[in-house]
């Protein structure tokens, strides 16, 4: 059984910083890439940044580069999202996603909330 599960979300205020992490369990880790997606309250699901199974060259949405990294331990099964100067139109639900295209597999966890607030 496939399993993402998120933790670290919160209260912050705006400037803070948070980390997320997502501890996946029933899949190789190792060989899926990984996404971070969030959702704010009446919008869509939004790609926050993804990073390869091997680590390497993490990509970041514009709204976010240069603020939060995506970062991941194979070895624990566990990818990050360090968030730094947190602000109020970060307010989402954030989600992991971990994807494998070419055997079309896609996992999601169940989210964990972030708000951004004085």
């Known amino acids: 059984q496939v399993q993402l599960v998120e933790s670290g979300g919160g209260l912050v205020q705006p400037g803070g910083s948070l980390r997320l992490s997502c501890a996946a369990s029933g899949i190789t880790f190792s060989t899926y890439t990984m996404n971070w997606y969030r959702q704010a309250p009446g919008k869509g699901r939004e790609l926050v940044g993804t990073?390869?199974?091997?680590?390497?060259?993490?990509n970041y949405a514009d709204s976010v580069k240069g603020r939060f990294t995506i970062s991941r331990d194979n070895a624990k099964n566990t990818v990050y999202l360090q968030m730094n100067s947190l602000k109020p139109e970060d307010t989402a639900v954030y989600y992991c996603?971990?994807?494998?295209?070419?055997?079309?597999?896609?996992?999601w966890g169940q989210g964990t909330q972030v708000t951004v607030s004085s």
């Open positions: 996603n971990a994807r494998r295209m070419l055997y079309n597999n896609d996992y």
């Open positions: 990073i390869t199974s091997t680590g390497g060259r993490p």
